[in-house]
């Protein structure tokens, strides 16, 4: 009965990636797959918003999408959504490729990540193979070969409108439900079988990411990574400083594993990772040997440095490169901390004392008995009697200053000339 009631229900599931395209980005897209086809459902659309991503994530996808029993329809959207480099690949591969006006596709020149210096034999043999890659996904799907490989070979990049009049891609829709209405009664081959995309009525399932997945693709932003790296060295710094606090040792111990995490696809500077420690090694002996200075300076240009290089521009593309508002941001609120905390430590050190024996030093008080250079008197001073010597006489009701103190005798002087008079 389940059965024969399945037949007469069809869906049309949807799936959206945006970001970076990484293991998680292809973990869901298989997926997503996975349970359409569970399903028998109608179509997939996969919404698409990426600056680009993994090579083998990107083939990881393409590959899913090719061998997909059900329509997959790959639709870049909404206004401003960029398909750029691992997109190209992944718009070309679907059944049906849409754009909203608005988006735009292309460069999709290979860049190696997670790798040394590469040769130029090395860069070429990558060029070739992406631009092969793509010719043979344009080519059975119909689209413009030519175009396609400029793409990969001269970073070509066009506007919706554009692709669509070229044959980049099939259909322009402002928004899902156009898309849906366009592609009732589309047609498009499924293992060697013709097949008629119905739309209208079809109940709509939308596919949202699983925590996990969304969780370490987050982490695969270079920014967040970034600033995880950064918490954690400073708490296992603060834990050394003081032991036994345990917690931003545990916390700085887990925002470094984390930050590795997302790292570890990028082509990482270890140059870089020295010179932030190095950074902020330079601001922890400033505070706790106050230089009033060098080491302060020499935080900052080390930790802005080693920020610059940890991620070598050169080898990613922009959007797996930290952004230089982050890098000004924690350096500014790094150099910000510790030029309050010497500011504080150097009013502290030009300060009178306060509290203990140096702190009655330069207090005001009243001689009760009265001083002579060879015989202690008394003062009262700070609520207390305090015996005193003076080298001038005092009587009493004399005002004094405290300039000095032996043991438990307080030295004074008169606060005024007149009483330097007085001498004996």
Known sequence: MIAILMAFISVIYVGRVEGTIDPMSASYVARLIE????????????????????LESMESIVKSILNAHVPIAVYVAPAGARAASAGVFIVLSGHVAAMAPGTNIGAAHPVAIGEGELSEEMKEKIEQYAASYIEAIARKRGRNVEWAKKAVLESKSITAEEAKKLGVIDILAESRDELLHKLNGWKVKIDSEQRTIETEGEDIVVVPWLFKERFFHVL???????VLLILGIYGLIFEFAHPGAVLPGVFGAISLILAFLGLHILPINFAGVVLIILGVGLFVMEALTPTYGPFTIGGIVALTLG????????KVPPAFRISPWLIFVVVFMTASFFVFALTKAFMTRRRKPRTGMEGIIGEKGI?????TPTKEGTVFVQ???????SDVKLTKGTKVRVTGIDGLVLKVEPLNNKAADNRS
Request: no cysteine; charged share 20%.
């Open 220 to 226: 695969s932003n270079p920014n967040i990574a970034y």
């Open 307 to 314: 920020s610059i290089l940890l991620i070598p521009r050169g």
């Open 383 to 389: 609520g207390t009697l305090w015996k005193a010597t």
């Open 367 to 371: 001689v009760r008995e009265a001083i």
């Open 35 to 54: 349970e359409a086809e569970s399903a028998d459902a109608t179509l997939i659309v996969l919404e698409l918003d990426t600056p680009g991503g993994l």
